[in-house]
Every structure is written in C-alpha cells, then in structure tokens.
C-alpha cells in the first residue's frame, strides 16, 4: 500500500538538543512539505520541496532545516534555535499529475522538549 | 494577513442530522482552490473535499458537499446524516494559483465537531 509514513510516532528530547524527524512516501510524489501544529490552531508551512535537491522555506522555517536527497524522503531537523519546539508536526506530499494535486498527510509526530 | 478563517471554534450536532461547518477566505487571485481535512484524535490529516474557482458546479464527495458562494468568499463543508465517526476537527485550506504550479496550502484554524448520538 503506497503512504507516507513519519517516525517515531512520540518523540522526547532535552532542550537544546537538535532533533531530527523522519519522513518517507512510496507514493511517487515530486512534492512533500512540513507542517506544525500547536494544540487547538490550524498547520502552518515549515519548508517544502518541489523536486529533489531543491526546498523552500515556508511561513515558520526558522530553527528548522530540511533535505531532499531523495525523492522519497524529507527529514526535517528542529535545532537548538528553534525557542518553542513542542509541537505536532506532519509530513505531506502532492503531485500535481493527479489533477487536484491535493496533499497526502502522514499520520505525524509528538515531538516533546523537556 | 488571516486568508482562511473558520469562526465556529467547536459544534455539536445530533446524530443523523445534517451540520454545516463555515469557512471564508481572501485572496485576490483569480485562480484558487479549497480544500477541507478532517482530523481525527489520532492526528492525521484526511482530504474530504475540493472546490475550484472556476467549477461551475458544488462539489459533493458521499455525504459531503461543499456550499461555495464565490461572491461572498465562503466555502461551507456541509456534512449530512452525520455518524459518530464524524466527531473530529475540521479544517478549511486555501491554494492559490493553478494546481499544478502552485504548491502551498493555507489553513484555518479549525472547527472541532462533537457528533451526539
């Protein structure tokens, strides 16, 4: 079954520390992009990529970094610079060859800062 | 600038009854799409519906419409005969631009649904 999927499920790390969260789609999708949400709000745009090697930032890309070496895969790392990292974060992706090019979420991580 | 807003925060609704979930949005793009995702208690984000700017027509998905008044800005989700399993977070995103060469999706805020048996 093609998916995206996002791990660990739960994750716990000291403050200061970096972090980095797994992302992969079998899905075929040029396009992925990372989102966060905090408790009762909508998601907000971390970074997204159209194609491999090449991302942008998004509305809150700060203390965040991402790569796209592959076209399956886009990890996204929470630095030390990032003030407020406790959040729910997701991964999507989207082709544009499937007419309405909506986006495809996986199913996210807790990330907990302690 | 908010582009996407839901005003209903949280609704109840009785099963097997009809609930309609508002949504408004700005944009002075002529070409736009809207999306609505309902997510459940586990997190995941799950399409239910879209609507072009230029589609003539509603879009209906099942037990899923979508009230697009253009003029007005707004693009209800309408659920009928609601179920328990409806009892989520719903939320209301806007692209603007062509779908095939626009790639970021503006949420709103969400409206939490309490389906009442």
């Known amino acids: 079954d093609g998916g995206i999927t996002q791990s660990p499920k739960y994750l716990f790390r000291k403050e200061g520390q970096n972090v980095t969260l797994s992302c992969e789609q079998n899905?075929?999708?040029?396009?992925m992009y990372w989102y966060r949400q905090d408790p009762g709000q909508g998601l907000r745009l971390i970074y997204y990529?159209?194609?491999?090697?090449?991302?942008q930032k998004g509305d809150i890309a700060e203390g965040y970094s991402v790569s796209r070496e592959k076209k399956e895969s886009f990890p996204l790392t929470v630095t030390s610079a990032q003030k407020n990292p406790t959040a729910f974060y997701l991964c999507?992706?989207?082709?544009?060859?499937?007419?309405?090019?909506?986006?495809?979420f996986g199913p996210g991580t807790r990330l907990t800062v302690l | 600038a908010q582009k996407i807003t839901q005003t209903q925060p949280g609704m109840f609704v009785q099963e097997k009854e009809a609930v309609t979930l508002d949504c408004t949005y700005d944009?002075?793009?002529?070409?736009?799409?809207l999306f609505w995702y309902k997510q459940p208690s586990s997190g995941e984000m799950i399409f239910l519906i879209y609507?072009?700017?230029?589609?003539?027509q509603n879009a209906t998905e099942g037990r899923y419409s979508l009230n697009f008044q253009k003029a007005r800005k707004s693009a209800n989700l309408v659920i009928s005969a609601s179920q328990l399993g409806d009892s989520a977070m719903y939320f209301c995103?806007?692209?603007?631009?062509?779908?095939?060469?626009?790639?970021?999706?503006?949420f709103g805020s969400g409206t939490r649904l309490l389906v009442r048996p």
């Open positions: 999507a992706s989207s082709t544009p060859m499937r007419g309405l090019n909506e986006q495809f």
């Open positions: 899905l075929n999708h040029d396009a």
């Open positions: 990529s159209q194609i491999v090697n090449d991302f």
């Open positions: 944009t002075s793009d002529p070409s736009y799409g």
């Open positions: 609507q072009g700017s230029y589609d003539q």
């Open positions: 995103a806007m692209r603007e631009g062509q779908k095939d060469s626009s790639y970021k999706l503006i």
